[in-house]
């Protein structure tokens, strides 16, 4: 059996999506109860211009082909993103010309992977699994300025349409997207795989250190964007607790200027902006801090949305500040212990949320146990090997 996985993102470029395929990849051959090969298709590590590790142009080991296909930025947004996606789809329509596959997998967080693996199953003539980690259609009136978002949201709507129908079934990432998929596509079948706790973390959970100073110190880790919205609520917060807490930012993304400008503007003396780092690297600055911090922005398309960090901070067992709305915020409320939650941007409830937490570990196993994204990534390779077999 012949599997093509198109993967945008891929190890040890850093993203959600990047490890949990390779969680998958993994899965898929060590489960398989018959031989098969994989070809993963990505990029050359290009997520945040910060952080480049070196990655070869092709890896193969028994039954693994991984080709990464190099993409030069050329600026950040919409367009920066589209011209990237731009070179990755002429390298996989490259790559996969005169070959035969069995199986596609596409995961994507902004559809249009979804719908290069739709055209490359179209070409090949093989069943197609897409893997939903965002909706686009939700998010593009948010993130283009009215009145582009919505006519580009409607236009993106048929592209959505075309590749849901050239499939044989959809996973979604969060439980959230059910009732929009079940309204637009009721005859489609789909499954709900969420992004998991990483054995990373769960194999190395965070000490609570003991506190040297009487500030609390408060961790952010993760991407630092318009859906993030750090810079409407950090600047303010961090002055009003500048003499209870110590902020330390880990990240980048496309909001990164935007965060540094309001810093200054605000005069903050109490936030630390720290490159992006191996996740290896960052247990560190997980076990130094006293409270994890997660917050998404406030805006409509995020209400439906589970933050892939929700899992990788629960498993750490420390305390959680997160500033979420929607579907994320009655999941953490439902699931995880001691974690405060507040509505996006709002200063006077993010501290509120904040005294009220225990700062200690929280025994936390049932939750990982639950989803444990080893557990959650065989249950994919199986619904994956299954699929290919009854089509």
């Given amino acids: 059996m012949n599997i093509l996985i198109l993967s945008f993102y891929y190890p040890p470029d850093l993203s959600a999506g990047s490890f949990r395929t390779k969680a998958l990849v993994n899965s898929l051959l060590q489960n398989s109860q018959k031989k098969i090969t994989i070809t993963v298709l990505t990029t050359q590590p290009s997520r945040y211009d910060s952080y480049a590790p070196s990655a070869s ?191 330390v930012i880990v990240g980048s993304g496309s909001a990164i200027k935007q965060l540094k400008t309001a810093l ?21 600055y997980y076990n130094t801090a006293d409270v994890l911090f997660l917050h998404l922005n406030d805006l409509p398309s995020l209400k439906n949305v589970i933050p892939s960090k929700l899992f990788e901070y629960a498993a750490t067992e420390k305390p959680i500040l997160g500033g979420l709305s929607g579907y994320s915020a009655k999941f953490a409320t439902d699931n995880i212990k001691n974690m405060s939650v507040f509505p996006p941007c709002d200063i006077e409830s993010a501290i509120t949320a904040l005294e009220s937490l225990n700062i200690e570990t929280t025994d936390r196993r049932d939750f990982v146990k639950k989803y444990s994204r080893k557990y959650i990534v065989a249950s994919m390779a199986t619904e994956l090997l299954n699929h290919t077999q009854n089509t």
């Fill in 57 to 247: 142009s092709i890896e193969s080991r028994e039954g693994l082909t991984i080709k990464r296909i190099p993409v030069i930025s050329r600026g950040g947004g919409i367009l920066g993103q589209a011209h990237l996606f731009a070179q990755y789809a002429r390298g996989v329509l490259k790559a996969v010309k005169s070959n035969e596959y069995d199986l596609i997998f596409a995961t994507s967080s902004r559809m249009m992977t979804a719908t290069l693996g739709a055209w490359v199953a179209k070409r090949v003539n093989a069943p197609l699994y897409l893997d939903f980690r965002d909706l686009l259609t939700d998010i593009l009136p948010d993130l283009l300025p009215y009145p582009i978002g919505a006519p580009t949201a409607w236009f993106f709507r048929h592209i959505e349409r075309w590749t849901v129908k050239q499939s044989h079934s959809v996973n979604l990432a969060s439980p959230g997207f059910v009732n929009y998929f079940k309204s637009q596509y009721p005859n489609k079948p789909f499954t709900v795989y969420t992004n998991g706790v990483d054995d990373l973390f769960i194999e190395n959970p965070a000490a609570m250190e003991e506190r040297t100073s009487r500030q609390i110190r408060i961790l952010y880790a993760g991407n630092i964007g318009a859906g993030q919205g750090l810079h409407h609520i950090l600047p303010k917060l961090a002055n009003r607790l500048a003499n209870k807490a110590k902020f």
């Fill in 264 to 284: 200054t503007q605000h005069n903050v003396t109490n936030v630390d902006l720290i490159e992006p780092m191996k996740r290896t690297d960052l247990l560190s």
